[in-house]
Each structure stands twice: as C-alpha cells, then as structure tokens.
C-alpha cells in the first residue's frame, strides 16, 4: 500500500479492499427472528396475488401501474409506514392500454395467431381484414421502392432468420458454485456499447416510421423469442412528438414465418386483426411509491436506508418476473420488519419506482430531486445522508449474493453479513458490477447502491418482457428467501454505528440513458 492510499483510508475517503474490514457485530436473535418470520409466516403469494393478477400489466403512467400503486400505498399506510405515497418525479408522457386485441389468418384457411399489441401503438377502430404485404428488407432504399404496394394491406416484417434451430439448452437454471466463484460484470450497458447500438436502433425507428406512414393499415413484427413466446416492449410512443401511431402487433415468430413463407410463395394471404388501444393524457406526470419506517437514534434518524425495485412492467403479461419479484420482496421485507416491530436507529424507506422500462426513469428522477446530477455532480444535503440502496430486479430467483459495483469496503462488510444466510445458499460477494437497472441512479451520483446476485431461473429464455410473464412463473420459496435476506441486509445497514462505506465520487457524466431518448 502505498503512503496517499493509506492516509486516504485512513480519512475515509476511499474504499478499502476486503481484508481491511472491521468486524461486524450481527444481532444473532434477530436474524432468528428475521428468518423465523420471512421464511415460517410469508405473504408473498398474497402480495403477488393483488401486484399482478389484479392489478395486471403495469406499464408505466397507465391504469394497471396505478392500480398497483394505490394498492401500494394503501397497503403500507395499513402497515403503519410513515409518508406513504405516489411521489411525482416529473414529465413522463401518455399512458396507454390494449383494449382489445385478435389477428387471425383467413385465407387461404382459418388459423388464429398469437400476437399483442405493441405498446403505444395506434388502434384500427375496430376489425379490420386485408392483404398481406411482405417487408423483405428493414432498408430505407427497399422501403422507398415498395411503398406504393403497401397502402391499404398489413404489413408483415420477415424475420431476419427463416429458420428454427433446435435449442438443447434447459429453460431454468440456477448458478453453480463454479459458475458464482467465476461470475464477472452482467448486464453491462457501457457507452462505447451505446455508440455501436445507438445508430441501429435509431435507423430501425426510421424504419419503422417509414412504414407507418406507406398508408398500411398496420405491421406486424416478428418476436425475438421462439415456441410461442412473445417479446413485447417499444423504445417509442409517449412523448407527444411519437403520436399518432398506426396499429403494431408482436406477433409470435412461428406464425409470422409462416404468413410470409405463404405470401412468398404466390399464395394470397388475408389476415385479419383489431387491435383496440387507448391512450391516457389526463396525468403526464411519473410517479415512485415511497414510504419509510422513521428512525429512531437522536443522532442516525436522519440518515436512511433505502430498498426497492421498479414498479412498471410491459403490457403483455402481468409483470410477475419483471420485476413484480423485486416489488413483491421489498415490500415483504418491510413487512417483516415492521411486523417484528423494529425501531431502526436510521430510517428506512422503501422506493418502487416509475419508467425503468424506458430508461430508469423513475430512480434516476428521484436522484435528480432529491440528491444530485451526475451531469455536474452538485450534490445536495440529502445525497450524504443515505447509507445505501439496495435493489432486486433479475427475476424470481433467489439470492445467491451481491455485486459490490467494486466497492471494496462495502464488500466485505456484506461478505460478514452474508454468514448467517449460506445455508439458505447465499454467501457469494462480488467486486463485479451489473448494470441496466435502478441501482445505477445511485451509483452515477456516488450513493452506494446495489443489485443482489439471483438465479436466472427462466427469465432470460422465458419470462423477460414476454407475454409469460405472469404468476405462475414466479417461485414463491426463492422469494421468501430473498425477502429474508432483503429484510437483514436492511435491518444491519439501519442499526450498523456508520454508513456503509462509499467508493470516492464519480466524474461529471452525462446519465447514459439520456442519449437514448434525447
């Protein structure tokens, strides 16, 4: 170690490694308590149960995210949280519904197809039958010269690969102890990736418009995912200048396949599709859910610990994976421990947020209001007094360990509090990052923020943005564990004498996610 590295530690301004931890003092009777009411009297299922199945799709600022986050903040006013509400963060744009939605193929016979409509999308009124027209390029100039073919039919977009190959891969998995021992960055956006995808992504939303305006009466598009799982999102559609749009389906790559190798091959080809949609513009706004259990230490009650996950999901399914999970243990874990009846030396405040779907939005506004910018790194009053934010967002695996976003000193504090829990196969503390969700918000304004490690379980070949994700597909045992541990790290973080220690600040930054939808 060199003399400034340690007088820097010595100062506190930069993290240590993992061997320079003190050690922890873990309150043994309470992780009992902790396990014993998180694993023995769960209300996961219930707490799923009104997130997903009755609140349905939560796609962000539209009825389903509202019924969710009245149900929210009702439910934590009941449990006795201080502060509960729908917080605005700022301007969103429309919100917007599948009212109702059909595509069936009727000639050359009669075949349903599987399809959902494209959120933001434009409605076709009513039922509506025509030709098929095959897009065989996604290129301007190819566009240009078939535009005259496409008025008055429905668009089919080919999918770039004709064919199936035979996938020998399961659809779950969980980590090995090999695969965790070795486990690297994940889900990293950085932005040498952003300047190679930006251009593709905008060249295919010109596309994309160029077709709207053919004077088709809708298009079709291929899914990303395979035997009838559907990927539904959009990088488009609520800001104002992205209306009017014109009717666009999702539709199963099987069925897409199949219309264009008929129409390819000289047979006509009618389909026929409603595609009802509604758009919202009563409230433009954003809005996180948020509420807190007040500290009580006269001197640590003002400093907070934050948990959460994004509230919003995509239209097609229910949200349950992505990320109802990460909703579902947070707030169970807030159950937890305001059910034990804890009195927390720091308060802690549970967060659910808006817009991560289009750009972490919601947790990126909030630390916008309430912290700081990573454009000019001003940090306000607030920013130094939150400990840590922790985040859940992989899905409905349980936790296996936690990125540290190389943050030496923070890592091995959770390596110690981790001890209590390996028997529940959680143990694994990583310096590696992981990117692409709210922790992110925190992180670019140097608050110590934190994605846990889960099992993939399905959620990357099955339930991620697709039209599988509902209820079924989350595994109730794994999310009991998770809030278990949520619950602890929470609960050791509000009672620990510091804060958990910091990485040195970050460098003015532009947010990443502002060059994406400027």
Known sequence: MNKLLGLLLIAGLVAPAFSLAQQESIDTAMVKRIRQEGLGNSQIPVIAHHLTDEAGPRLTNSPGFHRAADWIVQTLKSWGLSGAQSEPWGEFGYGWSAEKTTLAMRTPYYSPLIAYATPWSGSTNGPVSAPVFVVEKMDSAWIAGHLAQMKGKILVVQPQDSTLSPDFKPDATRYTDSALANIGDTYMFTRAMLNFYLPIMKKNMQMDKMLAGSGALAILHPSAHRDGTVVVQSMTGWRKKDQPAIADLQVAKEDLLRLARLARGGTPVTVELQSDTKLYDNDLKGHNVVGEIPGTDPTLKSEVVMLGGHLDSWSSATGATDNGAGCIVALEAIRILKDL??????????????????????????????????????????????????????????????????????????????????????????????????????????????????????????????????????????????????????????????????????????????????
């Not at 009053?381 to 360990?401: F, H, T, W």
Request: aromatic share 12%.
């Open 341 to 518: 009846g804890i009195k927390p030396k720091r308060t802690i405040r549970i967060a659910l947020w808006d817009g991560e779907e289009q750009g972490l939005f919601g947790s990126f506004h909030y630390v916008k209001n309430h912290f700081g910018d990573p454009v000019d790194m001003k940090l306000k009053p607030e920013a130094a007094k939150i400990s840590a934010y922790y985040n859940l967002d992989n899905g409905s695996g349980k936790i296996r360990g936690i990125f540290a976003q190389e943050n030496g000193a923070a890592a091995a504090v959770f390596k110690q509090w981790f001890v209590p829990f390996q028997d529940l196969g959680a143990s694994t503390v990583t310096l590696h990052n992981t990117g692409s969700t709210d922790h992110l918000s925190f992180d670019a304004v140097g608050i110590p923020g934190f994605q846990f490690i889960q099992d993939e379980l399905d959620y990357e070949t099955r339930t991620h943005h697709t039209n599988e994700d509902n209820y079924d597909h989350l595994r109730m045992d794994d999310l009991r564990q998770a809030a278990t541990i949520m619950a602890a790290f929470v609960y050791f973080t509000a009672q620990r004498p510091q804060m958990i220690p910091r990485k040195p600040l970050p460098k003015p930054e532009k947010f990443i996610f502002d060059d994406i939808f400027p």
